[in-house]
């Protein structure tokens, strides 16, 4: 069975973890595969219910979390809600920077004792495939 990632990240970062999200799912890319799930889908609400719901859904079917941790990451509230989630459904949460970015480790990381790797495409697959 493969690996299902759920991704989370801030909106800051959405092209990057995009790219990276169509790198780890195209089969002519060799440096990472694994498949994902995330909400790269652009959200027209302010309503925490239904933000919520769709991080539930979208991690449904999961085996892990990875945090992309990018300059902006450690004030947004979304990515440690998604943290908090994965681990009360008790799936291990894996955290690594991003390329050429040095932010504050978010809090909830902290929190949990969620070490923050430094970015490599083979960190990235050991972590999406441990």
Do not use: C
């Not at 945090?67 to 440690?80: A, I, Q």
């Not at 504050?104 to 923050?116: C, H, M, V, Y």
Request: proline share 3%; net charge positive.
């Amino acid at each position: 069975m493969p690996n299902v990632v759920f991704f989370s990240f801030t909106e800051a970062d959405r092209g990057v973890v995009l790219t990276t999200k169509g790198r780890a799912v195209n089969p002519f890319y060799n440096n990472l595969n694994f498949l994902v799930k995330d909400l790269l889908k652009r959200w027209n609400t302010e309503d925490g219910s239904v933000i919520r719901q769709a991080i539930t859904k979208a991690m449904t079917g999961t085996s892990r979390t990875i945090v992309f941790v990018g300059e902006k990451t450690h004030s947004s509230g979304w990515v440690r809600e998604e943290v908090k989630m994965a681990i009360a459904n008790k799936k291990p949460v894996y955290a690594i920077r991003l390329k050429d970015t040095n932010g504050k480790k978010p809090k909830a990381l902290e929190d949990n004792g969620i070490f923050l790797y430094d970015w490599s495409e083979e960190r990235l697959q050991e972590l999406a495939t441990k």
